[in-house]
T-cell receptor
Framework: GAGVSQSPSNKVTEKGKDVELRCDPI?????LYWYRQSLGQGLEFLIY????????KSGLPSDRFSAERTGGSVSTLTIQRTQQEDSAVYLC???????????????FGPGTRLTVL | AQKVTQAQTEISVVEKEDVTLDCVYE???????LFWYKQPPSGELVFLIR??????QNEISGRYSWNFQKSTSSFNFTITASQVVDSAVYFC???????????FGAGTRLTVKP
């Protein structure tokens, strides 16, 4: 399809294990965002990528969280030594980010539901 | 720093009723952008509207309308003649000029009963 895709849709892991979540942005979108949505909560910004620029990591909650974006397209969010409080839905979004915030809009993927036992 | 408050956690209405979802925001920027997203039970966030801070015109799209008032820092969303398919969580969000951190409200869960 033409939208943002994420995999896996669901991930169950044991406390202490590492997990990798994948995001495929909309083709042609240069900006990519990761958010976390805990149960019954709003979205919490994690990290932002724009083209080849250094990512904005200001939202990452701890050094156990990292993300990379290879080739300016697919992104992987990695959580090391997972904790139970990491359980949430992780949402990815992409936007054109053509340098004009007045018209740029983020489009979201279906999310990955992470459960840490 | 920007902040978005959606005071209504849950709203329940009967089909065909009108319903207004409130959104109040805080920002120090004079240029900013407001959004509403819908999150149906499937979980995927659906973009509904974007409004720029310098455009206070109200917007109507079918049964949906938005009332942006800078004087009260509010960006409320009204659904007219609600339908069961409108049942979802609705999020209001704020993005400041060239700020990558789009701040979301906690969301309002709307249930429309037949």
């Amino acid at each position: 399809g033409a939208g943002v895709s994420q995999s896996p849709s669901n991930k169950v892991t044991e406390k202490g294990k590492d997990v990798e979540l994948r995001c495929d942005p909309i083709s042609g979108h240069t900006a990519l965002y990761w958010y976390r949505q805990s149960l019954g909560q709003g979205l919490e910004f994690l990290i932002y990528f724009q083209g080849n620029s250094a990512p904005d990591k200001s939202g990452l909650p701890s050094d156990r969280f990292s993300a990379e974006r290879t080739g300016g397209s697919v992104s992987t969010l990695t959580i090391q030594r997972t904790q139970q409080e990491d359980s949430a839905v992780y949402l990815c979004a992409s936007s054109l980010d053509m340098g004009n915030p007045s018209t740029d809009t983020q489009y979201f993927g279906p999310g990955t539901r992470l459960t840490v036992l | 720093a920007q902040k978005v408050t959606q005071a209504q956690t849950e709203i329940s209405v009967v089909e065909k009723e009108d319903v207004t979802l409130d959104c109040v925001y805080e920002t120090r920027d004079t240029t900013y952008y407001l959004f509403w997203y819908k999150q149906p039970p499937s979980g995927e966030l659906v973009f509904l509207i974007r409004r720029n801070s310098f455009d206070e015109q109200n917007e109507i799209s079918g049964r949906y309308s938005w009332n942006f008032q800078k004087s009260t820092s509010s960006f409320n969303f009204t659904i007219t003649a609600s339908q069961v398919v409108d049942s979802a969580v609705y999020f209001c969000a704020l993005s400041e000029w060239y700020n990558n951190d789009m701040r979301f409200g906690a969301g309002t869960r709307l249930t429309v009963k037949p």
